[in-house]
């Protein structure tokens, strides 16, 4: 019988090509599905972007997601597989069932046949109660695992099963490819049956824990001297998978040092991943854009003007620095009516009731500054307007944001911190500054006006200039920076305009999803099946 025909099995491929299955929290919409833009986190964008781009280089590679509208369940249950899933004395079923993205792009969707949206896991723009928010333990914050999520986990390495036994012998094979930490489990799990698998560490700040017990009763047998009596299920997915990643070289680095103290006090993230890099088994590999981030819809209209426009576009999280924005407006607001009596920034972000309550009272009160909840459409057009993207995060895994920005033709000023290193283009050493600078005289007298101006020249961006993990950015920092760089934006600095140019050229080449999949397969895919052999 005829199985998964319409994804995995769509487009066979000779042996040597595994077929990747993306294991995602966060659901992801069908052409029948109302409302514009994709609903999907920094995250979800950048699995988008690895399976679009696999999938071009004629690679097979499905997205497993759990399903969201009851309404498609509905219309779709109807032939689809499915799974027997068993908790403790419960049998849960749970339907396989194939879709298509307004795109075109194939994935699957899991869903409860007798319960409508029964996992429901929302991203971080919703307001939503999900399990990337919970009690905080230490310095991370952790959720127990409930029943949905433990049926998810499950029914995502059946499905992997599913795959296996329908695979053509010595002709084709299968990667289980997990992100993050609710799909940690389902990563062991999977790696457990002897399926290759891999795991992408996109945000190591988030976990979810399992009772020792419980999780020995699906049969790991973990001493309770190194994991404790809670099992942190991200430490577990980073000790267990064939090859673990992230999503940028620089947060690579930053998370696999001895000193990076995140998880449980007996088994540090850094312990792990420190040990894995060393080994060769934990590369950064840059996310990518999906197509319609790189080249948008949105009609480019003139860059602010004569006076400036400044977008900051993501979550009301303390992590995404936008604290530094809100605590000193309201001091600052004269100093930027004198540089711009009609100056614009707008933060388009989706937080807590508290954080969003906070941006309305700033909006009310300070003339030029606007809030509005996110939406990919708006976005889009904001930045077409856009002189200046901001994003002074404490910690960023990768910055989407950013890129999105450089693509957009925006100029973006950023800490040095994560991904953004990799992407604003830090030097690494002085012969590499030069080399840059040599090229424009244009540069270099902007090189020379930022040191004034608490900031510092990247390849392609700005930099706050105290705001790396060792020197935190402080809100004098931050201030004396973002006024610095809107005094160059009004003297419409040749060495800005070039810069951004640079930066767009840049995005438009090597933010493509083509290049990320191209490394997945050659530092992460390929050698899990060499292992294998």
Known sequence: MAVLEKTFFAHRKPHGMPIILQACHEPIKTKSMEGGGSGLSGYGQAIKALDYGLRHINHPSIRVAPLCDYRTRSILCGNAPILKIKTGDKTFEIAVIEAEEENGSPFIMLGNIHQDDYFGFRSYRSSNTNHLTGGRQGNYLSTVMDEKTLVFNLALVELAKMVRENLRPGEESLIFHGHDHITALATAL???????????????????????????????????????????????????????????????????????????????????????????????ILNSLPPEFIFPAAGQAEKGGNGFRVLFANRLAPQKGYELLEGGLWLAAPALKELDPDFNITVMADGDNESVKQMHNLAVHVNGFHYLPYSEEAMFNHLAAANLALMPSLFEPCGLFAMTAQASGVLALGTRVGGLRDILGEFNHFRDREDFLSKSPALRNLEDALASSYLRLGKYGLFFSKSSPSDSLSPTGFWQGFLGVLRLIKAKDPGLAELRDLAQKHAREHYVPQRMAKEYLERVYLPLLEEKK
Do not use: Q, W
């Open 190 to 284: 999977a790696g457990k049956d002897g399926i290759p698998t891999a795991f992408t560490v996109h945000n190591p700040a988030f976990t979810t824990t399992m009772p020792l017990d419980s999780v020995n009763c699906l049969g790991f047998g973990l001493p309770a001297e190194k994991y404790g009596r809670e099992v942190d299920l991200l430490a577990l997915a980073m000790e267990c998978a064939g090859r673990v990643a992230a999503p940028s070289l620089s947060y690579a680095n930053e998370i696999s040092r001895d000193d990076f103290e995140h998880g449980p006090k007996t088994l540090t993230y850094g312990t792990i991943l420190g040990r894995r890099r060393r080994s060769g088994e934990f590369p950064g």
